[in-house]
């Protein structure tokens, strides 16, 4: 009996750790399961993805016949390399900033291939760019990727030898890189924020190519102009992602 209330309190001791531990795993998941709701909206978004983008290419005749035509029409390529931001997500076919390229630079001899693909991370870019350069033979490529890889947790290490490989692949195909840089919301950490965004900066430096630092600069805090979702610009940003573009990418064309 004496020993009774100290195997009481033993108990009540371990059941209390382990609602505690019950407490802790709940917030680790509802964290996940929040970061799980982001990547389902950058899931592909219906009309995008890997086979629209080959069936688009089909349709446009793209492969050695058609470079060698684009070549000897004085037609140059841009190659867009992106994630959600850059694949139309949630707005109208032709609303994208990359659809408003289109339209500025056609009149100058460019056309514009856009392999952008909703959910997109630097390693999945990283598998499909060899085949685009053969594909496009672009003389500019952009590369906006590296977002969702801070969504889904990926080490930044890793997302940044597969922008410096992409890179590396571009320049080896005779393509000029362009690096479209992203940053994350202050929720993911100060620390984390920061590096995320010099990251962009140091590869840009390092490798000595052209960066826009922020594709959604001058309205990211503001959620009129994002969708619903809090995470994908409306079609009335897209013309304010141009803007942030353009006066980086204009030097090159």
Do not use: N
């Given at each position: 009996m004496d020993k009774e209330p100290v195997i009481l309190t033993v108990r009540r001791s371990t059941a209390g750790k382990a609602l505690a531990e019950r407490s802790r795993g709940s917030d680790r998941r509802a964290v996940r399961r929040l970061l799980?709701?982001?990547?389902?909206?950058?899931?592909?978004?219906?009309?995008?993805?890997?086979?629209a983008d080959r069936a688009a290419g089909a349709a446009s005749g793209s492969g050695p016949s058609a470079n060698a035509a684009a070549a000897a029409s004085g037609e140059r390529r841009i190659l867009i390399l992106g994630d959600s931001l850059s694949a139309e997500y949630g707005i109208g076919r032709g609303e994208g900033w990359v659809s408003l390229l289109e339209q500025r630079t056609a009149p100058k001899g460019w056309r514009i291939a856009n392999a952008s693909i909703s959910g997109e991370t630097t390693a999945g870019g990283l598998s499909r760019l060899p085949d685009l350069l053969k594909k496009h033979?672009?003389?500019?490529?952009?590369?906006?990727?590296g977002a969702n890889d801070a969504l889904r947790g990926l080490p930044m290490a890793s997302t940044e030898a597969n922008l410096r490989k992409?890179?590396?692949?571009?320049?080896?195909?005779?393509s000029k890189p362009l690096l479209?840089?992203?940053m994350m919301p202050p929720n993911f950490g100060p620390a984390y924020a920061r590096?995320?965004?010099?990251?962009?900066?140091?590869?840009?430096?390092?490798?000595?190519?052209?960066?826009?630092?922020?594709?959604?600069?001058?309205f990211a805090d503001d959620l009129a102009w994002f969708q619903p979702d809090r995470v994908h610009?409306?079609?009335?940003?897209?013309p304010r992602m141009l803007d942030n573009v353009w006066p980086v990418l204009s030097e090159m064309l």
């Open positions: 799980l709701r982001i990547l389902a909206l950058a899931v592909v978004w219906p009309g995008h993805g890997v086979a033979g672009p003389a500019i490529a952009v590369i906006e990727l992409m890179i590396a692949f571009a320049r080896d195909a005779g479209l840089g992203m590096q995320f965004s010099e990251m962009f900066k140091r590869i840009a430096q390092t490798e000595r190519i052209a960066l826009v630092p922020f594709l959604l600069d001058g610009p409306t079609a009335k940003a897209q």
